[in-house]
């Protein structure tokens, strides 16, 4: 009867181990797809759609200027740029024109802040500067 209670202890105890086992590996690739889809969620401001691409040249010029080339390029092209694209580069700008123009700076922010919405590529950058504008 002992050799059956010790049998049966063994028995349960690799049992035990194996669930653990399995548990542990479903927990392990659960973290690795999480962390490959948060690596392929970072949003760079290259892969977001809205800017015609004949006017890519002129905005890399305008960085350059800093905020009153993104000023300026923002007042003859920004109509034709639709979000996200536009929401990232306003914020560029708002980033810009902080030290110099923090009113202004907070105007922009506002208004990059009402037009988006959580689902939007650009809501987590936005989160992120909402302390300093507000």
Do not use: H
């Not at 653990?20 to 977001?48: H, N």
């Not at 914020?91 to 037009?115: I, T, W």
């Amino acid at each position: 009867m002992t050799k059956l209670i010790g049998a049966l202890i063994i028995v349960a105890v690799l049992y035990c181990g194996w669930v653990l086992f399995s548990y542990w590996e479903q927990v392990k690739s659960g973290e690795e797809a999480q962390q490959k889809q948060d690596a392929a969620a970072v949003v760079t401001e290259g892969r977001l759609p809205g800017l015609p691409y004949n006017l890519e040249t002129s905005l890399q010029t305008a960085r350059k200027r800093g905020a009153v080339g993104l000023r300026n390029w923002l007042k003859a092209y920004g109509p034709s740029v639709e979000d996200p694209r536009k929401a990232w580069i306003e914020l560029d700008f708002c980033v810009a024109v902080a030290r110099e123009d923090p009113a202004e700076a907070r105007r922009v922010f506002a208004a990059v802040k009402e037009r988006l919405g959580p689902s939007s590529p650009v809501w987590p950058r936005m989160k992120t500067l909402e302390k300093t504008y507000e």
